[in-house]
């Protein structure tokens, strides 16, 4: 009897311990350390969805805003960036004298591109806002002639275009004009340049009136515009709200050596 327990003993523990093997393969524990699958692993698994669902969130879209590079005072608290281009963009452009003369106003740091998000005297709702570092420079050929420049300068039109400066001809120089800004309510604010028929030189020009003299001319957003009158540049004024009109335009005499246009007697 003893040996027939002793054999029966081998067996019986062989068939308990494969019996052990099987259920371990089988258990949750055994399930738990197997190696992740390549669907876990890959990025575009379940574990990337709760990220995507997270960037469609207001939070989410508000961190991708754009941020102005320049401060938000005055009109810039009205504007949305949409956009951002290249430094070199340019805004304005008019042929300058013979050959390829021309004057630009260019984009000398990158320029942001939005839109006003509410409306007021400078433009209404959704108009097109640029602001940037710019430079007022004439150009021919490879040459580049720095004219003006104009730091952080935002304005606003209509619709996105490529702006043109206005010119005046005079009998000893070509006049420019350029206001980027199409209204305000307080009249347009104009930057002046000249091209002196004779020498070839271009230059900005400043306006005279008695001891004072202003880098820029302000005139009337209605016309009549500037414009040359028996080579004289006459100007009207504008008229604020609740203003009076002046009682005549404003005249002015181009002198060429001062680089001015002097202020005679209003009409």
Do not use: W
């Amino acid at each position: 009897m003893r040996s027939i327990k002793t054999i029966a003993t081998p067996r019986a523990a062989g068939v308990l311990l494969a019996l052990g093997l099987l259920l371990g393969c089988s258990s949750p524990e055994g399930a738990g350390s197997a190696a992740p699958t390549p669907e876990a692993a890959s990025p575009e698994g379940n574990a990337a969805a709760p990220t995507a669902l997270a960037s469609a969130t207001p939070e989410a879209s508000a961190a991708t805003a754009i941020v102005s590079q320049f401060p938000p005072d005055g009109l810039a608290g009205s504007v949305i960036i949409d956009s951002v281009n290249a430094e070199g963009t340019v805004r304005a452009r008019t042929s300058a004298g013979p050959g390829e003369g021309e004057l630009l106003m260019i984009s000398s740091s990158t320029e942001e591109r939005g839109h006003l998000n509410v409306s007021s005297n400078y433009g209404l709702e959704g108009e097109q806002t640029y602001q940037a570092d710019y430079s007022i420079v004439y150009r021919k050929g490879q040459q580049d002639q720095v004219l003006l420049k104009l730091p952080a300068f935002l304005f606003v039109q209509p619709a996105d275009r490529v702006l043109e400066f206005t010119v005046i001809h005079f009998e000893q120089a070509e006049v420019f004009l350029l206001a980027p800004q199409y209204k305000s309510g307080h009249g347009l604010v104009a930057y002046a340049f000249a091209m002196d028929k004779k020498s070839g030189l271009v230059f900005p020009v400043s306006f005279k009136q008695g001891e004072i003299v202003h880098d820029t001319l302000v005139y009337s957003e209605l016309p009549p515009f500037p414009a040359n009158e028996d080579e004289q540049l006459v100007v009207y004024a504008p008229v604020g709200a609740g203003g009076d009109p002046e009682p005549g335009p404003q005249r002015y005499e181009l002198d060429l050596d001062k680089r001015q246009f002097v202020a005679g007697q209003s009409e």
